[in-house]
């Protein structure tokens, strides 16, 4: 049960390790791709545990949580940024999908840029 400064720390250390990592010679995009998921993913649990959601045990609970959450439900477009870089972190991860540098750029450039700044306009 962590809390909203507890994942708010966590996606800056995540969003860290993919900085770190010049996207003109690694050879690791699978793994930026993975980190800016898992960053966005603490920047939403951030405002999930300021709205008491403290107990999400999977990623399943989560995408319920922008059903449940107002705050969230209205803003379809944090959402669809979310399951983009979820399904792209996956198809990473376990379909060994290729990604080149242009799309990481994107990916870290609009879809997570945008979760991030709405999260941080929030908390």
């Given at each position: 049960?962590?809390?909203?400064?507890?994942?708010?720390?966590?996606?800056?250390?995540?969003?860290?390790?993919?900085?770190?990592?010049?996207?003109?010679?690694?050879?690791?995009?699978?793994?930026?791709?993975?980190?800016?998921?898992?960053?966005?993913?603490?920047?939403?649990?951030?405002?999930?545990?300021?709205?008491?959601?403290?107990n999400?045990a999977?990623?399943?609970?989560?995408?319920k949580?922008?059903?449940?959450?107002?705050?969230?439900?209205?803003?379809?477009?944090?959402?669809?940024?979310?399951?983009?870089?979820?399904?792209?972190?996956?198809?990473?991860?376990?379909?060994?999908?290729?990604?080149?540098?242009?799309?990481?750029?994107?990916?870290?450039?609009?879809?997570?840029?945008?979760?991030?700044?709405?999260?941080?306009?929030?908390?």
């Amino acid at each position: 049960m962590a809390s909203k400064e507890q994942h708010l720390k966590k996606a800056e250390h995540n969003e860290r390790f993919f900085n770190h990592l010049d996207l003109d010679t690694t050879l690791f995009l699978d793994w930026i791709v993975t980190g800016i998921f898992y960053s966005a993913l603490h920047y939403i649990r951030a405002i999930a545990s300021m709205y008491g959601f403290e107990n999400i045990a999977s990623y399943g609970e989560l995408d319920k949580l922008f059903d449940r959450l107002s705050i969230l439900k209205r803003n379809l477009d944090i959402y669809q940024d979310y399951r983009q870089l979820k399904d792209d972190s996956r198809d990473a991860r376990y379909e060994m999908i290729k990604f080149v540098k242009v799309e990481v750029q994107d990916l870290r450039d609009q879809e997570f840029s945008r979760i991030k700044s709405f999260v941080l306009s929030i908390v």
